[in-house]
């Protein structure tokens, strides 16, 4: 199976990516540059100060400008603030507000006075006066997002980027509903998602440790996931990715996985950077020898970054999903196309149009495409990468006749 090529959702070369090979997403539309893959905070409340320092180091000279602290541990922060020492203007950082450490764990508030302490407190111990990114700490209910609608948490997280404390808004989600309404209010700018190949099969409503969550999984992408990616793409709103590997790395294990079969980082990473909206992949790294590892991305092949490329996993993905054969799931695999047509945006078009009728809006939005599918030359470089079977030329006869009459 031929391999999924990044080049086709924008990578761009930075100064950096020239010395490590590391390659640099936009994050939306703050002007900020990313790299593909990032760090999660968790590991460092485990190390000491040394061994931060060991771990950022190397993290920094591979070309890794990204990092998410949600934990809220004094000995996390003040470790990666003693990492950061000499290199911060390096790190981009994206901090939690609405955590707190209270009797000795980690615990999620909308108490405003609270949230100033622990926020004054995590600026204290990265020792600086700012950080890029203000995230609003898990909001999985619609419950908890009408609550901080018109809210004096809102009006603080607003104050602070006033003040150029956190100089842009994100809010992180594991619901796909919620995060579709954040994406929607006009104001968040950065979403921290929990996205991999088993979660993008979850009911839109659903999080990942709901009882059942993995009983009765979409065939295919979940329509509100699709619809929060396509808007988030649209709009230029960054999605950076939490639970890359699964959460807790399950999607690695056979055992463990979610799906029933084992991924390697290279294809989980791979199959979330196909989205147009994913800046970077926040990655949980507890030691150097899971940096060495999640920093092989930058080298590894395209075989090895395709997740259908192995006989035995062709075989086990077939049995499950033998329902999704000739049913696009817009998963991008099948780019580049050698016209430039963006195949899976052109299939969703089509597939909307189809269930539902074409309207003004879906003809519209056919129109803003640079390539339309009437350039298809019918070359059949997609069809060996599709891992569903799609007959991607008769899917573009299609779109043509429904699209361009």
Known sequence: MAALCLAAVGCKQTTAEKATDMKYRPLGATGLEVSEISIGCGGFEKLDSAASLELMTMALDSGMNYIDIYDCTPKTR????????????????????????????????RDVEECKASFQDLLDRLQTDHIEVGMIHITDSHEEWEEIQNSPFLDYVFQL??????????????????????????????????????????RGGTIPWEKGAFDNLQQGIDPVRVEL??????????????????????LLDEKTSQLGVA?????????????????????????????????????????????????????????????LKGDCTYCNHCSPCTQGIPIAKVNEL??????????????????????????????????????????????????KAMFEK
């Not at 992949?281 to 970054?305: F, P, Q, S, V």
């Not at 390539?371 to 891992?387: D, V």
């Open 78 to 109: 003040s470790n990666i603030g003693y990492a950061l020492q000499g290199r911060r203007d390096e790190m981009i950082i994206q901090g939690h507000i609405g955590t707190i450490y209270k009797d000795g764990q980690h615990t999620r508030t």
């Open 161 to 202: 980027k006033k003040e150029g404390k956190i100089k842009h808004i994100g809010l992180s989600s594991h619901n796909a509903e919620v995060a579709l309404r954040a994406a929607k209010s006009g104001w968040v700018e950065v979403i921290m998602f929990s996205l991999n190949p088993a979660f993008d099969r979850m």
């Open 229 to 250: 990616y396509d808007y988030c793409a649209t709009h230029h709103i960054a999605v950076t990715v939490m639970k890359t590997f699964g959460g807790g790395g399950k």
């Open 263 to 323: 991924y390697t980082p290279e294809q989980c990473i791979a199959y979330c950077l196909a989205k147009p909206c994913i800046a970077t992949c926040i990655l949980g790294i507890a030691n150097l020898d899971e940096l060495r590892r999640d920093l092989h991305w930058m080298h590894a092949t395209e075989a090895e970054k395709d997740f259908t490329n192995d006989e035995s996993r062709n075989s086990n993905f077939e049995n499950q999903n033998s329902k």
């Open 350 to 399: 089509l597939d909307k149009a189809e269930l539902n009728g074409l309207d003004d809006e879906l003809q519209a939005q056919y129109n803003l495409l640079d390539h339309k599918a009437s350039e298809c030359t019918h070359c059949g470089a997609c069809l060996s990468r599709c891992p569903f079977g799609v007959d991607i030329p008769a899917r573009m006869d299609a779109a």
